[in-house]
């Protein structure tokens, strides 16, 4: 029996998104049409309406952070915190859909993730790959009435990908460019990078994570001063680069290795910040020197990153472009330290550097967005992954669905 989808139409979509961060929820209100009269030979085309942040909780954050790659954590805990997770996934977007008084057609919730192991590890003797987001969708669709879509990163992993990245779908609808090269980097807890030749097609893309970007100056600032993160920078600016620590650290394996590859707070947690202090020359430092080698970290496997992988690959597929650029999202782009250090670097290559902003989406909605157009698609049974990006043998349509009653 051939299956049947739903015709592409015009949907508001409300695009939910927590990242590594773990410090609370982005929602993005997006009007998503289909382009050329419902040709799905390209991506749809996307407005964003509305967005808002809502942080969570000290005990929500605590709680969540607690369950990440956790040791020792009781079923009756995990499964608690999915259903708390759904309520308040669940409540952010009525009080987005409220206070714009708009309505939504179609929930596409990301959920928190867990654990992301996309490399196989030996469990009950069989190499096993996994992926977990928590978020109970079935909370979502009976609060809001509406279909929901979650769940999206294991189709892409069944598939033979890493799950990750997923924003490049819509990297490549928003920002590509018939004579630039665009570079789009979203600055969250881990740093992820899209590359898009100048007048490429989809399956020029190049993407990957590139390493850390806020977490482990998030995971210091809260050692050092009890603080959430180094607000814009600052500390970072006071203290100095303990360049002898970093460079065993740009020497690890993930850095030299080629995409596709994503990575998360199994390579870059709690245990990485625990070997990070005691590194030599830099257990003896300060927090502001702590600070500020870590945010160098960022900026070198970023800026490394480009060298080793970017550059050739935009190079080979658009020798003619007349310019590259690099936008950047995400938390990590209020970081003036962080952003100095990556326009300097960029700078020696010729590369200029600015921020989502300047095209039009706001830094923090760009990943809420991007599940918004994941969910429309999936709505529609159309494959939302990049196969180029994520490593996968072919493309997928990503998600589940949640009905609502």
């Given at each position: 029996?051939?299956r049947?989808?739903?015709?592409?139409?015009?949907?508001?979509?409300?695009g939910?998104?927590?990242?590594?961060?773990?410090?609370?929820?982005?929602?993005?209100l997006c009007?998503?049409t289909?382009?050329?009269?419902?040709?799905t030979?390209?991506?749809p085309k996307?407005?964003?309406?509305?967005?808002?942040?809502?942080?969570?909780?000290?005990?929500v954050?605590?709680?969540?952070l607690?369950?990440?790659?956790?040791?020792?954590?009781?079923?009756?805990?995990?499964?608690?915190?999915?259903?708390?997770?759904g309520?308040?996934?669940?409540?952010?977007?009525r009080?987005?859909?409220?206070?714009?008084?708009?309505?939504?057609?179609?929930?596409a919730?990301?959920?928190?993730?867990?654990?992301?192991q996309?490399?196989a590890?030996?469990?009950?003797?069989?190499a096993?790959r996994?992926?977990?987001?928590?978020?109970?969708a079935?909370?979502?669709a009976e609060a809001?009435?509406?279909?929901?879509?979650?769940?999206?990163r294991p189709?892409?992993?069944?598939?033979g990908?890493?799950?990750?990245?997923?924003v490049?779908m819509?990297?490549?609808a928003?920002?590509?460019?018939?004579?630039?090269?665009?570079?789009?980097?979203?600055?969250?807890?881990?740093?992820?990078?899209?590359?898009?030749?100048?007048?490429g097609?989809?399956?020029?893309?190049l993407?990957?994570?590139?390493?850390?970007?806020?977490?482990?100056?998030?995971?210091?600032?809260?050692?050092?001063?009890?603080?959430a993160?180094?607000?814009?920078?600052?500390?970072?600016?006071?203290?100095?680069?303990?360049?002898s620590?970093l460079?065993?650290?740009?020497?690890?394996?993930?850095f030299?290795?080629?995409?596709?590859?994503?990575?998360?707070?199994?390579?870059?947690?709690?245990?990485?910040?625990?070997k990070f202090?005691?590194?030599?020359?830099?257990?003896?430092?300060?927090?502001?020197?702590?600070?500020?080698?870590?945010?160098a970290f960022?900026?070198?496997t970023v800026l490394?990153?480009?060298a080793?992988?970017?550059w050739?690959?935009?190079?080979?597929?658009a020798?003619?472009?007349?310019?590259?650029?690099?936008?950047?999202?995400g938390?990590?782009?209020?970081?003036?330290?962080?952003?100095?250090q990556?326009?300097?670097?960029?700078?020696?290559?010729?590369v200029?550097?600015?921020?989502?902003?300047?095209?039009?989406l706001?830094i923090?909605a760009?990943?809420a967005a991007?599940?918004?157009?994941l969910?429309?698609?999936?709505?529609?049974g159309?494959p939302?992954?990049?196969?180029?990006?994520?490593?996968a043998?072919?493309?997928?349509?990503?998600?589940?669905?949640?009905?609502a009653g």
């Amino acid at each position: 029996m051939k299956r049947e989808y739903p015709k592409p139409k015009g949907l508001v979509v409300a695009g939910i998104m927590s990242g590594t961060s773990a410090d609370g929820m982005d929602v993005a209100l997006c009007r998503i049409t289909p382009s050329r009269l419902g040709s799905t030979a390209e991506p749809p085309k996307l407005k964003l309406l509305a967005h808002r942040s809502f942080p969570y909780t000290t005990k929500v954050r605590a709680a969540v952070l607690a369950a990440m790659d956790a040791k020792d954590i009781s079923v009756a805990e995990l499964s608690q915190l999915n259903w708390r997770l759904g309520a308040l996934y669940a409540e952010a977007v009525r009080k987005t859909l409220e206070a714009t008084k708009m309505r939504a057609d179609l929930v596409a919730m990301h959920g928190q993730t867990l654990y992301h192991q996309p490399t196989a590890t030996t469990f009950l003797g069989a190499a096993t790959r996994s992926t977990w987001q928590l978020g109970e969708a079935s909370v979502l669709a009976e609060a809001l009435g509406v279909p929901v879509i979650s769940d999206f990163r294991p189709a892409d992993l069944a598939a033979g990908g890493q799950g990750a990245p997923l924003v490049p779908m819509l990297d490549y609808a928003l920002f590509r460019h018939a004579t630039r090269n665009r570079i789009l980097l979203n600055l969250g807890g881990i740093a992820n990078l899209t590359a898009i030749p100048a007048g490429g097609d989809i399956d020029s893309v190049l993407a990957f994570d590139t390493g850390p970007a806020n977490m482990i100056v998030d995971a210091l600032m809260q050692h050092f001063t009890g603080k959430a993160f180094d607000r814009n920078g600052a500390l970072a600016a006071k203290g100095s680069v303990v360049d002898s620590a970093l460079e065993p650290l740009l020497a690890l394996p993930y850095f030299s290795a080629d995409p596709p590859k994503s990575c998360g707070r199994e390579q870059f947690g709690k245990a990485f910040v625990e070997k990070f202090l005691k590194t030599p020359r830099l257990a003896d430092s300060n927090a502001a020197d702590a600070v500020a080698t870590a945010t160098a970290f960022t900026s070198r496997t970023v800026l490394d990153a480009y060298a080793r992988f970017v550059w050739p690959h935009l190079g080979q597929r658009a020798p003619q472009a007349l310019a590259t650029e690099l936008l950047v999202a995400g938390g990590g782009a209020h970081n003036r330290t962080l952003m100095r250090q990556l326009s300097e670097g960029f700078a020696q290559s010729g590369v200029k550097v600015t921020t989502t902003e300047a095209l039009g989406l706001p830094i923090e909605a760009k990943e809420a967005a991007a599940f918004a157009l994941l969910g429309w698609l999936t709505w529609h049974g159309l494959p939302a992954n990049v196969p180029s990006a994520t490593g996968a043998k072919r493309s997928a349509i990503l998600g589940k669905v949640s009905y609502a009653g």
